[in-house]
Nanobody, 127 residues
Framework: QVQLVETGGGSVQAGGSLSLSCAASGYTGGTYCMAWFRQAPGKGREGVAA???????SYSDSVKGRFTLSRDIAKLALSLQMNDLESEDTAKYYCAVSNRWCVIPSRPLAETTYNYWGQGTQVTVSS
């Protein structure tokens, strides 16, 4: 049973920084794609940052240059460092992981690429 546990998040003023972490368990061998998504109230889920099976990282235009994704393959852990936060970044953030053998997905920031999801952690940015 694959499980994802997100930590981090919280409240911060605009211009501040936060860090999110995700720990995955229940996997055995293979390559995986991992990502962070977010969902603001009244909006759909948006892909924020993703890393594919080769280690290539993709960012949405809205966070490029401000957010940094990193992965610990041995621990199946994913982190998201968020700097220069804006009120528009306020959302619930979700960690997502694919099935095994994900190498280079055609749409790394699409929900359909991922099969397992965490419960989410809230990020609130006040202006």
């Amino acid at each position: 049973q694959v499980q994802l546990v997100e930590t981090g998040g919280g409240s911060v003023q605009a211009g501040g920084s936060l860090s999110l972490s995700c720990a995955a368990s229940g996997y055995t061998g293979g390559t995986y794609c991992m990502a962070w998504f977010r969902q603001a109230p009244g909006k759909g889920r948006e892909g924020v940052a993703a890393i594919d099976g080769t280690g290539r990282i993709s960012y949405s235009d809205s966070v490029k240059g401000r957010f940094t994704l990193s992965r610990d393959i041995a621990k199946l852990a994913l982190s998201l460092q968020m700097n220069d936060l804006e009120s528009e970044d306020t959302a619930k953030y979700y960690c997502a992981v694919s099935n095994r053998w994900c190498v280079i997905p055609s749409r790394p920031l699409a929900e359909t690429t991922y099969n397992y999801w965490g419960q989410g952690t809230q990020v609130t940015v006040s202006s």
